[in-house]
């Protein structure tokens, strides 16, 4: 991978877009590249991802608009096309997903950020959705993961008015789960990613699969949706060690996954 960065430590993997010079800007060569290194993720060892940046100053700073800029329609539907699928594939990802995001995330790269599962963020984070101000609009889910994060008005507003936001405030409208100093940015990512790796796999899964696919639905359809992945954790191999730990009194030995 040029552009791709992939390591593995124990039961979390890190993914680092690696284009420090260009700000870590997404082209067609990343998207495929981040498609291809979640298609490799180890998902018998790995229990949670941290997706980050190269250097301080960039998490994502937008798509490649030497790319877009002589696009015609049909050509700019697909490259919002080959977006929006890498995205989805990384917000559907059964293992969780954290944003670490060190510094820039316009564009493309706030929109990356958002099909993360949990975003933590550097005091020099700015997060914004500038497109139209060059004449186009989000094209890599902007438009929806928002507005469902942040809510319609200060979505509406951000796209229209093409606003950047500070670490702060993002962190004040709940774009955001923590601001950290750019030095405890990553330890605080691996951190938590720790935390949710010694918890029961499949558990983790299905929570993450019942909250995305409950969110899409209306309750009486969600609800049977957590039934059925409720129940899908019966009989494993770590529900029996986690509740018979917790009736014995003891701490769990080991979630195996299985």
Do not use: H
């Amino acid at each position: 991978m040029e552009f791709v960065l992939y390591e593995q430590r124990g039961a979390v993997g890190i993914i680092t877009i690696n284009r420090e010079k260009a700000l870590n800007a997404l082209n067609s060569a990343v998207l495929d590249e981040l498609d291809k290194t979640l298609d490799n993720v180890n998902q018998e060892e790995v229990r949670c991802l941290i997706l980050t940046g190269a250097g301080q100053k960039s998490f994502v700073a937008g798509a490649d608009i030497g790319e877009m800029s002589s696009l015609t329609k049909k050509e700019g539907e697909a490259f919002g096309k080959k977006g929006n699928d890498v995205f989805r594939k990384l917000e559907t990802f059964p293992i969780p997903v954290i944003a670490a995001i060190n510094g820039f995330a316009l564009g493309g790269g706030c929109e990356i950020s958002m099909s993360c599962d949990i975003r933590i963020c550097s005091e020099n984070a700015v997060f914004g959705q500038p497109e139209v101000g060059l004449g186009i609009t989000p094209g890599f889910g902007g438009t929806q993961r928002l507005a469902r994060i942040v809510g319609v008005g200060k979505a509406k507003e951000m796209i229209y008015g093409a606003r950047n936001i500070k670490a702060d405030e993002a962190y004040r409208i709940g774009l955001v789960n923590n601001v950290y100093p750019i030095e405890e940015l990553m330890p605080a990512a691996e951190k938590l990613a720790g935390t949710i790796a010694k918890n029961a796999p499949i558990a983790v899964r299905n929570s993450k699969k019942a909250i995305n696919e409950g969110l899409d639905v209306g309750m009486d359809e969600a609800i049977v949706i957590e039934e059925k992945l409720f129940g899908d954790c019966f009989e494993s191999y770590d529900q029996k060690e986690g509740m018979t730990a917790f009736i014995e009194k003891r701490k769990v030995e080991a979630f195996l996954n299985k």
